[in-house]
């Protein structure tokens, strides 16, 4: 099959016969014109190869147009005898009164409407496309103060949870992971605010009040596991904010301290595949991690073998 680009291939040729014709004397010079065209087309249509000929008329540009289709083969011959009947067509279209701009023109000319199961198929495919395309799209950013809200509530009642559990167990300190913050170590710090808020008795529903209980705090993002950890003042004799968080950052490879305080001390450790760190995955193991830690200071319950003495508390302690 002859191409023109790789994807712009043809089996047929057409060639166009066209002129302008007047509206005056109640289109006479189309009536004429359609009179030459009836006079040739016997001798046209009976060209080897042809596979159509139509009629092309157009009331508002004043078109006249005629169109002989071939094979690709068959034009070549045509083509050798010098499109006949051509040249006495042009002849008498040309004579006409009223008839002007008379032209010629050859180019390819393909059918190209699908058939119904064909159609299936290029639909099939489209949808597919569109849907893969939309996968790989980036997600539109959630609006920041929607975002600030679900933050600051998933806070609010963590820590009334927190408060609660730790009532229980008789704990001055608390690791647990949370989930809106995404990774995001300036929302992690608006989190733990909202938990450590004091409580507002005449609120409906009771938010924070977990100020007095120290706690570090992991929220797991694509790129990163963000992680705060938080000592209350009558607490800070006992244990330094600074040397807690890092002593669990650095079992793992790729972590950075981005803020020291005697009171609040954030960091984060950057998802790295090749290394196998992803934040998800040793988010728990990060919480062993810093209650092992206390334990070592005698800051947490001793672990005596019993798993349920164990206090290890992560998403699925805090059903929503």
């Known amino acids: 099959m002859p191409e023109i680009t790789k994807s712009v291939k043809f089996d047929n040729i057409a060639r166009e016969w066209r002129c302008k014709w007047s509206a005056d ?12 065209l009836e006079d040739v087309l016997a001798d046209l249509s009976s060209v080897e190869g042809v596979s ?11 078109d006249f147009k005629v169109v002989t289709k071939l094979s690709a083969t068959a034009f070549g011959e ?12 042009l002849s008498k279209l040309k ?6 701009t ?12 699908l058939n119904k199961k064909d159609i299936k198929k290029a639909q099939e495919k489209k949808e597919k496309a569109a849907a893969a395309a939309a996968e790989a799209a980036p997600a539109a950013p959630e609006d920041p103060a929607k975002k600030l809200k679900k933050v ?64 570090m705090v992991f929220s797991a993002g694509t790129e990163q596991l963000a992680v705060l950890a938080y000592v209350p003042e009558d ?33 984060a450790i950057a998802t790295n595949a090749d290394k196998g760190v992803f934040p998800l995955k040793i988010r728990e193991g990060l919480i062993l991690e810093a209650n092992n830690f206390l334990r070592k200071k005698g800051l947490f ?10 206090f290890v508390f992560g998403d699925d302690d805090f059903p929503s």
């Open 152 to 215: 600051l509530k998933e806070g609010g009642k963590r820590g009334v949870e927190i408060e609660g559990a730790a009532d229980m167990g008789g704990l001055q300190f608390f690791c647990t992971s949370v989930d809106e913050p995404q990774g995001d170590v300036e929302l992690l710090v608006k989190c733990v605010e909202a938990m450590n808020a004091k409580s507002d008795p005449s609120e409906e529903e009771r938010k924070g009040g977990s100020g007095r209980i120290g706690k």
């Open 78 to 89: 045509w083509e050798k005898a010098k499109f006949a009947p051509e040249e006495e067509f």
């Open 235 to 267: 607490k800070r004799s006992d244990l330094n904010c600074e040397e807690w968080l890092e002593a669990v950052l650095k079992t793992q490879p790729g972590y950075s301290m981005l803020s020291k305080g005697k009171d609040v001390s954030t960091g």
């Open 102 to 113: 008379v032209e010629t023109q050859t180019y390819t000319l393909e059918e190209v409407k």
């Open 52 to 62: 159509s000929v139509q009629r092309v008329v157009c009331g508002g540009c004043l």
């Open 95 to 100: 004579a006409i009164p009223g008839i002007s």
């Open 301 to 310: 319950p001793e672990d005596d073998g019993d798993d349920d003495d164990e």
């Open 25 to 36: 004397g109640d289109k006479a010079s189309l009536e004429a014109a359609q009179k030459v």
